[in-house]
């Protein structure tokens, strides 16, 4: 008996002809490119952000503050109030250890007809040529003046500037004043 030939495996599609509209890489027919929503969300951030800090801005410069603090919003600006101090009084005592007690009081008197809320008293102490040497906060004893009433205050402290000629008594604004 003859040997047998050996057996090869024939694939239909390797022996066939290329096609030349066949590409195994190029993409599908209905191709999308793939975006990044992490990327898009930023940028809306990014762009929200600086929006928010532009109207911030505007807001500052025309000088808003002021009005909300009209409406007890408790946002920067001078505190308007109509109350007024009575009574001041200043004193300079030296105490046993030797150190110097500078001691301010009076009172808050409101003089309209409507109750009133009471801003912290800001003492500025200047020299005499109208600078700011020394200042601090004094916290009222309540934060609500009825009509026609009044509050005492007072505060003290030690070792101020010996420069200090001029003691100045006002209505502190809510934020940074």
């Known amino acids: 008996m003859p040997p047998a030939a050996p057996r090869l495996y024939e694939d239909p599609l390797a022996a066939a002809p290329p096609t030349p509209e066949y590409d195994p ?3 599908q027919p209905p191709f999308k490119s793939r975006r990044n929503p992490a990327r898009r969300w930023t940028a809306a951030a990014c762009v929200a952000g600086f929006s928010m800090l532009l109207g ?6 025309t000088g808003a503050p002021s009005l909300a603090a009209q409406f007890g919003l408790g946002i920067g600006g001078v505190a308007e109030t109509p109350l007024r101090f009575t009574d001041k009084n200043v004193e300079l005592r030296t105490m046993p250890n030797g150190s110097e007690l500078f001691a301010v009081s009076g ?6 007809g409507v109750s009133q809320r009471v801003p912290d008293i800001r003492v500025e102490l ?4 109208d600078r700011l ?6 916290t009222p004893q309540s934060r609500a003046l009825g009509a026609k009433g009044a509050i005492d205050f007072n505060g ?14 006002s209505f502190a604004s809510e934020i940074g004043g």
């Open 25 to 27: 890489f190029a993409p």
């Open 56 to 61: 911030t801005g505007a807001i500052l410069y």
């Open 107 to 112: 009172k808050v008197v409101n003089p309209t």
């Open 126 to 129: 200047r020299d005499g040529s």
């Open 133 to 138: 040497v020394y200042s601090w906060r004094i």
């Open 156 to 169: 003290a402290k030690l070792d101020v500037p010996p420069n200090a000629r001029v003691v100045e008594l």
